[in-house]
């Protein structure tokens, strides 16, 4: 039976979905800012005169754009919103959350569903942040590249297969790297161009098949081999919160990989890349050394990778 586990980290919360020992799908949440289901009051900043768009600030300080204004709401107001989308962050800029305006009564982002564990059971995890971090998904016969950019998200297909057999060989591969790595909004796939009407027919059922149960539209299968999916969008993907903070998810994975360390040792020694070490948030370390019972200290090294840091106790 499926069911998802929970686990609290610092500077992040992780969570998967188990069934059968594997992971089916997974989400990453990066608290403090503001995330969809959240009802809040907030200052309407800006509105273009007879417009039902505006912008507004809540009392973190984000920004969201507001649209479905009443005509009443006033610049320097405040507005009651509900929070339809998470901010997402992508090379270059920074998409603002949306929100509406609503009677709601206040309240936080629902969470998500499961249960709450110590520590996620080995493997699983580590296994689905390296395929985000690498963007890449390998299945027998070929492989996924899976590109976030500013429209949406590109899946490229390549193997040594002949071209149907690779098409259909890479379905069950997508359906699970989309679930695992929560991607949503507009997906374009690129299968492998195929002549034949009825081999991209047969791709699309196997698609369709594969996806079942997860919501979304789908084209068919153009006689270039694209597909493209849209799915509705709540929040930033394992995909594009890795792709659009390399370091900042690289600290996060050192302190998952510090509170793991069961060695004795009064001190818990922290390698990381310089940069690694600046994107450390305030309060961090902080956590770090209470959750461990140890005092930590660094060795930065410019030539680890940014996922290569590691962790170690010291005795003296």
């Not at 992508?90 to 998500?112: Q, V």
């Not at 299968?191 to 059922?205: G, M």
């Not at 069961?262 to 690694?276: D, F, Q, T, W, Y």
């Amino acid at each position: 039976m499926a069911e998802w586990l929970i686990e609290t980290g610092i500077g992040e919360n992780r969570a998967i979905l188990v069934e059968g020992g594997e992971v089916v799908a997974a989400r990453l949440d990066w608290p403090g800012k503001l995330a969809a289901g959240q009802v809040d009051d907030a200052i309407l900043i800006a509105r273009a005169s007879g417009s039902r768009r505006g912008t507004a600030r809540f009392a973190n300080g984000e920004e969201a754009l507001v649209d479905q204004l009443p005509p009443q709401a006033s610049e320097g107001a405040p507005i009651r919103l509900k929070v339809l989308r998470a901010a997402l962050a992508e090379a270059g800029r920074l998409k603002r959350a949306h929100a509406r305006p609503t009677n709601d009564a206040p309240c936080p982002a629902p969470p998500p569903p499961g249960r709450v564990v110590k520590q996620l059971p080995p493997g699983l995890w580590e296994e689905v942040w390296t395929e985000a971090w690498h963007g890449t998904a390998e299945f027998p016969g070929g492989a996924l590249t899976i590109t976030p950019t500013p429209a949406m998200t590109v899946v490229d297909i390549d193997g040594d297969l002949p071209p149907t057999a690779l098409a259909l060989a890479a379905v069950p591969a997508l359906a699970r790297a989309i679930r695992q790595l929560d991607l949503a909004g507009s997906i374009a796939i690129d299968f492998p161009t195929l002549a034949e009407k009825a081999d991209r027919q047969a791709v699309d059922l196997a698609l369709a098949a594969a996806l079942a149960g997860w919501p979304h539209e789908r084209t068919a299968m153009n006689g270039f081999g694209m597909v493209q999916l849209v799915a509705r969008l709540e929040r930033a993907s394992l995909l594009h919160r890795l792709a659009s903070d390399r370091a900042g998810a690289a600290a996060r994975l050192l302190l998952r990989r510090a509170e793991r360390v069961s060695e004795p040792g009064a001190r818990l020694l922290l390698a990381a890349h310089p940069s690694v070490r600046r994107a450390m948030e305030a309060g961090w370390e902080v956590e770090l050394a209470r959750r461990t019972g140890r005092t930590v200290c660094w060795q930065e090294d410019a030539g680890l990778a940014l996922d290569s840091g590691f962790a170690q106790a010291l005795k003296s």
